[in-house]
C-alpha cells in the first residue's frame, strides 16, 4: 500500500465494525494512509486490542450498530476524541443467513440481518452527519463510504437476507449522495467480492473456486484490493465522486 501512503493524512475517520475482517483491514490501512481511527465494534476485546496495536493513531469505542442510544453515545466518544469528523466507513454486517435457501431462513435471522446491516447504516450515518457536515463546511473533503457486496449485483443464492440488506445499501448509497451533496459530504460505496480472509472461513471451496473461475482476473480477492479502493473514494483525489458503487471483484461483476 506504499502508494497511498498518507493520502488521508490527519484525516479523523470512524469505521464501523472494525475489531476483524475486513473491518480490521480498513482500520490498518486508514492510519498507514495517514488518519486517525476510531475502531467501533460490538467485540470489545478484539476491538481495544487493535487499536492498542494501531497506538495514538486509533481508538476503540463499543457500538452496536442497530441501537440507536449506543450508536449516538460511541459517535459522541468517537468525535471527542477525535476532534471532528472527517470521513465514515459503515462496514459493520453479519450474513448469518448463509447457507441457507430462502424457505430456510428464520424470521429473527432475517430480521438481525436488517436491523445490522441496513439499519446500522442508517442510523451511524445520522449520526455522523451534523460533524461531517461541519468537516466540509471547514474545507475537508468530508465524506461516506457504505460496504456493499457483488452479492447484490449478480445474485448470490443460499444467501438472501444478506444480498437483499446489501441491495438496499447499494440504493441508499444513491440517495445519500443526493440529500448530502448540498451540505458538502460525499457518499460512494464498494461491492467487494469473495475476500480470502478470516470473515470468509465458512464459505464453502465450492463458492471460492466459482468467484476464481469467474473472475476477468484469475487470483484469489485479498483485503489490500478492498482498501485502497477505499482510501482513494475517502480521499480528496475522489472529490467529484459521489452516488457511485465501484465493485471491487476482479471483473467477476462488471458494470
Not at 41 to 48: A, E, F, M, N
Not at 72 to 77: I, K, L, P, V, W
Not at 195 to 202: N, R
Not at 209 to 237: N, V
Request: net charge neutral; hydrophobic share 50%; aromatic share 6%.
Amino acid at each position: 500500500m506504499t502508494q497511498l501512503t498518507l493520502l488521508l493524512q490527519n484525516r479523523r475517520l470512524l469505521i464501523t465494525g472494525a475489531a476483524r475482517g475486513l473491518g480490521q483491514a480498513f482500520a490498518k490501512a486508514c492510519v498507514q494512509a495517514g488518519a486517525k481511527a476510531v475502531i467501533a465494534d460490538v467485540d470489545t476485546q478484539r476491538g481495544k486490542a487493535l487499536a492498542q496495536e494501531l497506538g495514538d493513531a486509533a481508538y476503540f469505542v463499543a457500538m452496536d450498530v442497530a441501537s440507536r442510544a449506543s450508536v449516538q453515545a460511541g459517535m459522541q466518544e468517537a468525535v471527542q476524541w477525535l476532534g471532528g469528523l472527517d470521513g465514515l466507513i459503515n462496514n459493520a454486517a453479519i450474513t448469518n443467513s448463509g447457507g441457507k435457501m430462502m424457505s430456510e431462513i428464520e424470521e429473527d435471522m432475517f430480521d438481525r440481518v436488517m436491523q445490522v446491516n441496513i439499519k446500522g447504516v442508517w442510523l451511524v450515518s445520522n449520526a455522523a452527519h451534523p460533524h461531517l457536515k461541519a468537516a466540509a463546511a471547514a474545507g475537508v473533503a468530508a465524506s461516506i463510504l457504505n460496504i456493499a457486496s457483488d452479492t447484490a449485483l449478480w445474485g448470490a443464492p443460499r444467501l438472501m437476507a444478506y444480498v437483499a440488506s446489501k441491495g438496499a445499501v447499494i440504493s441508499m448509497t444513491h440517495s445519500m449522495a443526493r440529500e448530502l451533496g448540498g451540505d458538502g459530504i460525499r457518499v460512494n460505496a464498494i461491492a467487494p467480492g469473495l475476500v480470502v480472509g478470516e470473515s470468509t472461513e465458512y464459505v464453502p471451496q465450492a463458492r471460492h473456486d466459482q468467484y476464481m473461475e469467474g473472475r476477468a482476473l484469475k487470483r484469489a480477492q485479498q483485503p489490500q484490493d478492498c482498501t485502497d479502493a477505499a482510501i482513494f473514494l475517502l480521499s480528496a483525489g475522489a472529490g467529484f465522486v459521489t452516488g457511485q458503487v465501484l465493485p471491487v471483484n476482479g471483473g467477476y461483476v462488471m458494470n
